[in-house]
C-alpha cells in the first residue's frame, strides 16, 4: 500500500503548507546501506484500485489532519476580519441585507392586498435569512476552495476535504455571531419566548451544517472538473433564495404548493428554525391552519424533518465518498 510520510526531514506537513513547498508524495526509499531514511510515521493512504471498505480510512485521514482543518479555519478568519472596516460586522451583514430585502418585499405585498405588516413574520424572516446566509455564504467560498489553493494541491499531500470543510468551518463561526446578535433583536424588540422547545436549534443547526457541506463537496469537486460550475453557484445563490421560504412562508402557496415547496431540503430545516424560535413549537407534532377559502394547510409535519435529516446525512455521506474517490485527479486537472 503506498504511503505518504508525515514528516519530511524532520519538517511537518503544515510547515509545508504555510511554505507552499512540496513534500514526500511516494515511499520512502533505503540509502546506499540499505538503513530506511524515512523520519517519523507514515500515513497511509487508500486508492480506489485496493478495493475494500474506504470509510475507516477516510475517517483516520481526516484526524490525522484535524490540526491543518483548524489552522485552515483559523488562517480564513484572520483573512477575513483583518484590516477590514466592519470587522465582525461582515458576519451581520448578509443576514441584515436579506431581512431588509424581505421587509420590502413584504410591505409591498401588505400594501397590496390591504393587510399589516405583524412583527412575528418578520422575526421569522430573520431567523431563516441567518440561515440562508450561512447556506450563500459557505456555498461560496467553498466552490472556489481547490481552484484558490492550487499549490497546495498540486505539491503537497493530504486529504482534499479540508479545503471545503474549512470554508464550511468558518462560515459557521459567522453563523455564531449573527445568531448571538439576532437573539439579542429578538429579545428586546420581538419579546422573544425561551422554552425548552429552543433545543430543537440543535439538531436543526446539524443539518443545516451538513447539507452545506454535502453541497460544498459537489460543488468543490465539480468547478476542478468543469470551469462553469463556479457560475452555476452563482446562479444558484442568485435565484435559489426564491424557491427557498425565506421572504415567505410555504402556506402561501395553498395545500398543494406548500408540499411543493418543502420539498426543497433546505425548506424544513428553516421552517423548523422558524417555528421553534419564533412560534414556539415543539417539532414533535404536526401544525395545520386553515385559508380563506377552507381549504387545510398543513403548515409543519415532523416528516419534514425526516425528509431533511435523510438528505443530509445520506448527502454528506455520499459526496464524501465521491470526492474522495476523485480526489487523486484533482492534480491532473487543476
Not at 449573527?178 to 437573539?183: C, D, K, Q, S, V
Not at 451544517?209 to 469537486?221: E, H, K, N, P
Not at 417539532?283 to 385559508?291: F, G, I, R, V
Not at 448527502?315 to 487543476?334: D, M, N, P, Q, T
Request: include cysteine; charge should be neutral.
Amino acid at each position: 500500500m503506498p504511503s505518504v510520510t508525515a514528516r519530511e526531514n524532520g519538517t511537518t506537513v503544515e510547515e509545508h503548507l504555510s511554505r507552499g513547498e512540496a513534500c514526500n508524495a511516494g515511499p520512502s526509499l533505503p540509502d546506499e546501506n540499505g538503513t530506511d531514511t524515512s523520519a517519523g510515521p507514515a500515513v497511509q493512504v487508500w486508492t480506489s484500485a485496493q478495493g475494500g471498505n474506504p470509510w475507516p480510512e477516510m475517517v483516520r485521514e481526516l484526524l490525522d489532519f484535524r490540526e491543518l482543518l483548524w489552522r485552515m479555519v483559523w488562517r480564513d478568519i484572520r483573512i477575513r476580519y483583518k484590516q477590514a472596516i466592519m470587522g465582525a460586522g461582515w458576519a451581520l451583514l448578509m443576514p441584515l441585507m436579506i431581512v431588509a430585502a424581505g421587509c420590502l418585499v413584504k410591505v409591498a405585498l401588505a400594501y397590496a392586498g390591504g393587510n399589516p405588516v405583524d412583527l412575528p413574520r418578520v422575526a421569522g424572516m430573520s431567523v431563516k435569512a441567518l440561515g440562508w446566509a450561512f447556506f450563500a455564504g459557505a456555498l461560496g467560498f467553498a466552490a472556489n476552495s481547490l481552484t484558490g489553493n492550487m499549490q497546495l494541491v498540486t505539491k503537497v499531500y493530504f486529504p482534499r476535504e479540508v479545503f471545503p470543510l474549512s470554508a464550511v468551518l468558518t462560515q459557521a463561526v459567522d453563523l455564531i455571531l449573527g445568531g448571538i446578535f439576532l437573539t439579542a433583536l429578538l429579545t428586546a424588540f420581538a419579546g422573544l419566548h425561551w422554552s425548552w422547545n429552543m433545543l430543537w436549534v440543535i439538531p436543526l443547526t446539524i443539518l443545516l451544517i451538513l447539507l452545506t457541506a454535502a453541497a460544498s463537496f459537489v460543488l468543490s469537486c465539480g468547478n476542478v472538473f468543469f470551469r462553469d460550475v463556479k457560475y452555476i453557484v452563482q446562479v444558484i445563490l442568485t435565484f435559489g433564495i426564491f424557491f427557498t421560504p425565506v421572504f415567505y412562508e410555504p402556506e402561501v402557496f395553498g395545500p398543494h404548493g406548500a408540499l411543493l415547496m418543502m420539498l426543497n431540503p433546505l425548506s424544513p430545516v428553516l421552517e423548523g428554525l422558524r417555528l421553534t424560535i419564533i412560534e414556539g413549537h415543539t417539532l414533535w407534532l404536526p401544525l395545520n391552519m386553515t385559508d380563506r377559502a377552507g381549504a387545510t394547510i398543513q403548515v409543519w409535519h415532523p416528516w419534514y424533518l425526516a425528509y431533511s435529516g435523510i438528505w443530509a446525512v445520506l448527502g454528506f455521506l455520499v459526496s464524501w465518498r465521491w470526492f474522495h474517490k476523485l480526489e487523486f485527479l484533482f492534480a491532473e486537472y487543476i
